[in-house]
């Protein structure tokens, strides 16, 4: 068992780009969580997704963020038009059905850096 | 929602001695303890949790403690190692919510 894969770990990306980060769970994990960590601070909530659902996106910012979880292949998170303020660490946890937080299994994250 | 604080944000042992991260928590709702600890690098890895029906948790060198009436709780490491040097995470949530809501972090340094 692999664990949770995120790809890529360093990802660098100029003011006005595209980021795309992706996250494969655990095998049998069906439940996707993603979390942004900014240097100094904890980890933020940001979306929660189930395949081919968006359960909650309260966390996310409601403009150049995006995510999700088709039913083939990777969650990805996509972050449109990057400013500075975007470079952080962002992680991927998953889950099995009905465990929620309980069954959390975190990747190692990819670090974004907007130059 | 909740609202999670950490303290203290650096902390420095001897190796052998202990170590102690407090952390408050603002949603009395809130009845799920987890700790993380996060290595260079690495994602955050759960080490140890307290669920709210118990007071105190033990695994090897660690233990939690929880204190629901104040609405705080804390993560022990005794005879500390090199290898307990990391930055460790404390979080609150119900035990059948998806959300975690994290402190800060502890960065601990354990010198030899």
């Known amino acids: 068992n692999a664990g949770v894969m995120q790809n890529p770990r360093h990802l660098v990306r100029r003011r006005g780009q595209e980021a795309r980060l992706r996250c494969s769970p655990m095998k049998g994990h069906s439940h996707v969580y993603w979390y942004r960590q900014l240097p100094e601070e904890g980890l933020k909530f940001m979306v929660y997704?189930?395949?081919?659902?968006?359960?909650?996106e309260s966390g996310m910012p409601k403009e150049r963020f995006s995510a999700e979880f088709p039913k083939e292949g990777p969650s990805i998170l996509r972050i449109q038009q990057v400013v500075r303020g975007d470079s952080a660490a962002y992680f991927c946890a998953s889950s099995p059905p009905s465990m929620g937080n309980y069954g959390y299994t975190f990747g190692s994250g990819t670090r974004l850096t907007v130059v | 929602g909740e609202n999670v604080e950490q303290h203290p944000s650096t902390l420095s042992v001897q190796e052998g001695d202990s170590a102690v991260i407090k952390c408050t928590y603002s949603d009395s709702a809130s009845n799920y303890f987890p700790w993380y600890k996060q290595e260079l690098g690495k994602g955050p890895q759960l080490i140890i949790d307290?669920?709210?029906?118990?007071g105190e948790k033990k695994d090897q060198r660690i233990a939690v403690t929880l204190n629901k009436t104040a609405k705080h709780f804390s993560l022990h490491i005794t005879e500390t190692q090199p290898e307990d040097s990391a930055v460790y995470f404390c979080a609150a949530s119900s035990v059948n919510d998806y959300k975690l809501s994290f402190g800060a972090g502890t960065t601990v340094t354990v010198r030899a």
């Open positions: 997704l189930q395949k081919e659902n968006i359960i909650d």
């Open positions: 307290i669920r709210s029906n118990v």
